[in-house]
């Protein structure tokens, strides 16, 4: 009797993940729809804000000098925007090649400074937003360029009461095969994620560089100084406090992606620590705002927090059916009673997975290069679980920095 209610509860158990998983595939499936769609007009830039614009780095010298002028010649009133370099314990030439670009140079080292982006971050805003001369704080990477229009794109924002604001990322090398890979990602998800969530009042994901937020935001929301992903950090404290991020399509925001799978691996182990580490922080959270306040956008950002979880869901969901092949399974079961089961499970694959990407990126006119290199990435899927339980085990303390080498200008991408 003992065994069959063990075997039962499993089952039970079994049947939930399989369920959530589901679920969780159809609400995003449904949430990408609107991206077929034109977003909405973006405001008429009125007024002009002051803005800061900061850029941490460390020991960038290779990158510096592009990022910079892509920033010190934007399209805006020069005398309503500075550009702040934060040196974060570099040992090279950065800060002198900033500095001789205009920039204005913060020196985040010395006694008691412990180096990291998020310290960096938290330490330079705090003294920028002491001199009470700005409006807005803009965040770029060192790697990162903008669109001469970025701070025209932001002040309209602003304008519109937007208080929090990503912009539209696009990749800058595309060269090899592997930044092309990873250049569809984001064409696709500009598209299907980022303007869907955008068109229905939504947060969107911060990418941690080609953000803007209101003095009022910087003011109240510090930056966190331990975590590896500040930027999703953020993302999640900012929606479990009722603070709704938008996103900007025509502020455009160019990042360098790794150039070799070392790189890569580098990057998305990191990534994950730091993914794991939000969820352990916000998204009780989350859910708990999303139920006893029936916030829509905490309960999407309490989905989208969860999703880090989703490989380790996903290897004990196979695991457990296996385990409990001989029992009852509901969706084996509805799979084979209901008509058209097969037909819609082949095709909730195919289109989301194959129609649904070539899709976006006909439609945004990406090249052939980009478009073929889109289905090179299950090889690249291949790498997610030992990225996932490196990630699991990895210290919150290993940063994994990506050495940045692309010296791509933004008059090569812009015209």
Excluded at 52 to 68: D, G, M, Q, T
């Amino acid at each position: 009797m003992e065994q069959e209610l063990i075997r039962v509860a499993v089952s039970s158990f079994t049947n939930l993940i399989q369920g959530l998983l589901f679920l969780t595939g159809v609400f995003y499936l449904l949430l990408s729809l609107p991206g077929f769609f034109r977003g909405r007009r973006p405001p008429a830039s009125s007024g002009t804000p002051r803005f800061a614009v900061l850029l941490p780095a460390y020991n960038e010298e290779k990158v510096i000098r592009f990022s910079v002028e892509s920033l010190m010649n934007m399209d805006y009133p020069a005398d309503r925007f500075d550009v702040f370099l934060i040196a974060d314990h570099c040992t090279d030439s950065t800060a002198a090649i900033a500095a001789g670009l205009g920039a204005k140079v913060m020196d985040h080292s010395g006694q008691g400074r412990l180096p990291g982006k998020g310290r960096a971050l938290k330490w330079a805003t705090g003294r920028i937003l002491a001199s009470g001369d700005y409006d807005a704080f803009c965040y770029f990477d060192a790697d990162s360029l903008a669109h001469p229009l970025f701070l025209r794109a932001m002040s309209a924002r602003l304008a519109a009461g937007e208080e929090a604001v990503q912009g539209r990322q696009l990749s800058k090398n595309t060269g090899r095969w592997l930044g092309r890979v990873l250049a569809s990602a984001h064409i696709i998800s500009n598209r299907f994620f980022q303007r869907p969530k955008y068109m229905l009042g939504l947060s969107a994901t911060l990418h941690g560089k080609g953000m803007c937020f209101s003095r009022a935001v910087a003011e109240r929301y510090q930056w966190d100084e331990t975590c590896l992903t500040e930027d999703l950090e953020m993302q999640m404290r900012l929606i479990r406090h009722g603070v709704r991020i938008t996103w900007a399509e025509e502020a455009v925001v160019y990042d360098e992606e790794p150039e070799n799978l070392r790189q890569y691996v580098r990057r998305n182990v990191r990534w994950t620590r730091g993914s794991l580490d939000t969820a352990r922080r916000h998204l009780a959270a989350l859910f708990g705002r999303a139920f006893t306040r029936f916030d829509l956008r905490a309960l999407e950002g309490g989905v989208y927090s969860a999703q880090t979880f989703r490989l380790g869901f996903f290897s004990l969901a196979a695991a457990l059916i296996w385990f409990t092949r001989d029992s009852f399974n509901l969706f084996v079961w509805l799979y084979h009673q209901v008509p058209g089961a097969e037909a819609t499970v082949k095709l909730m694959n195919v289109f989301p997975l194959a129609l649904y990407p070539a899709a976006a990126l006909l439609m945004e006119r990406a090249g052939p290069g980009i478009l073929a290199a889109y289905f090179l990435q299950p090889a690249l899927g291949i790498l997610r679980f030992p990225v996932f339980v490196a990630g699991v085990f990895r210290g919150t303390k290993d940063w994994g920095r990506t050495d940045h080498a692309s010296q791509v200008s933004i008059s090569d991408l812009v015209g």
